[in-house]
């Protein structure tokens, strides 16, 4: 089992070096630098020369690569030159902003799906699971933004409850951000659970029907107690991964949700940035959150081989 | 020959379709969308570029069904309109992913081995960089339009299908009939045409219905961050993009592009889930990447 965990954490080390090298490959077909960037409509003659020998872009690709590379190792990772700061400093307090409305969806989202997946998966085709299965496509299908802005709609315009957009800067304590996170928080999270409990509830169907649930029904394992101790062990493992993948997905969803909310977040920096072609930042940017992606699948990999007997006690 | 087995095919998953509401349902709004956006260049009442002033956020009326919008265009009439690009972006790149990710995947699947092993880290890193990013970026630098747009959505949206197909491919050349048909001495290009194919083409039908309804809400995500079309082109995403700042005074200019955005999206959707049913193949396990 040892091996195995090694052999993934490998494998995740080896996806992020190769996502660095994608990245960078992508940024650097696309035509521009840094530098026509930074210099607008001045970038021409000797002005951008002058700034590609500074920032040495006038280096050959391969270099250039290597350099970044390191760089980011030791944790730096440059400069950015649109919005003259670090690019760590810029980002790490909008990482933290979305890492604030990924956690706070996911502990919402995440119980209500796996209860109302459970719920519908067994008493299927029943009135609940039909209002529940059809509430999960609508919520599943509908883009963000739409969910987003209708809610904007009820709850700021004609009811006045909450804050329809966040006016909190972006380095402000967590408290403030409280109220304005209400509204984004539910949107990311309806999707979130309706992709989770569409899942969980066909594992729970499934496994009811297996054989070792028939085996403990025949046996006269009172429901409840076959429910909890047979059916949820096993139909909840691979749930485990779905929640990974549907976070990571998320980190798309993310960006729309920050910026209809107008939310000091990693996802709408990413939109200006690559709005205003600050290549550094966005380069940052995508090997942040593909880092994460990676770490989350890692992680849930790992979670299954150790709550999993019959990974965990595999010989390899 | 071949011809009359597709008709006779495509008759039967339509007919599976249409025995369960929910694909009744998804094909009549799908059916209802295309059919508008083929027809409505025709019929809308309204030209869609047109500004009138006095009309500028008035309230949905006899001559204005939906209301006019911030700069004064009939709601109607660009919400019968804003469909057409998404849909023909959409449509065509749904099928180059299908197509170039369906064949990778049946090809890896195949030989295996440490092409297989290379390139499917390569899949792996792609689909760990959020999807938006590459879109946006791309747009950023190049520029809108379908034709930068259709390739785009095609390559990235393939992506995944590969991993689809090479799953599929594996699950296939285990089964015995393949046994079966290597020992009764056939020739691999008949084996690959005749019994690996039309399998994995139903896991690709599916996926390509999938991805058709991702993409369109891709799309629209792209259009609302004002990265897909170029203004004067109505577009739903755009349009719900330009109402949020009048919400509170013309409610109206939101609310029908959102209800149709969300009908063609729900109706691909059901169309997808009924499609995966009559053909027997499993979609609820699907997250989408």
Redesign the interface.
Known sequence: MVKMIYQRIFLGLLTLVLVSVIVFGVIETLPGDPCTAYLGRMAQGTRLENCRQEFGLDRPALTRYVDWATNILKGDFGISLKRKKPVFDVILPRLRNTALLGLSATMLGVPIAIFLGVISGLWRDRKLDLWVSTGAIFAMTVPEFVTATLMILFFSVWLDWLPGIVTTRPDAPIMEFLSGIILPVISLSLVMAAHILRMVRTTVIEVMTSDFIQMACLKGVPYWRMVFYHVLPSALLPTINLVAMTIAWLLGGVVVIEVVFNYPGLGRLMVNAVSDRDLTMVQSIALILAGIYVALNLFADLLVLVANPRLRTMRT | MLNHNVFQKLAIILMGMLNRPSGRIGLLLVGVHILLAILSPLIVPFDFAVMDFNLVMTAPSGTHWFGADALGRDVLTRTMLGGRQALLVTCFSAIIAVFWGGLSGLFLGLVGGRIDDILM??V???M???????L???V???GTGPMVLIPTFGFFYGIPVIRIARAATHDVVARDFITAARARGEKRLTILQKELFPNILDVLLVEGAMRW?WML?AF??LS??GFGVTPPTPDW?LM??D??SI??IA?WT?LAP?VA??SL??G???CA?SLAKALGV?R??K???
């Open positions: 880290r390569i792996d890193a792609f760990s960089i959020p999807w938006i990013l590459f946006l970026l791309i950023a630098v190049v309804s809400l629209s995500s609302f961050l995403g719900i993009s109402s949020r919400m509170s409610p939101a959102v955005l969300s999206i729900i691909l959707n059901l889930d499993d609820a396990q997250v989408p990447v």
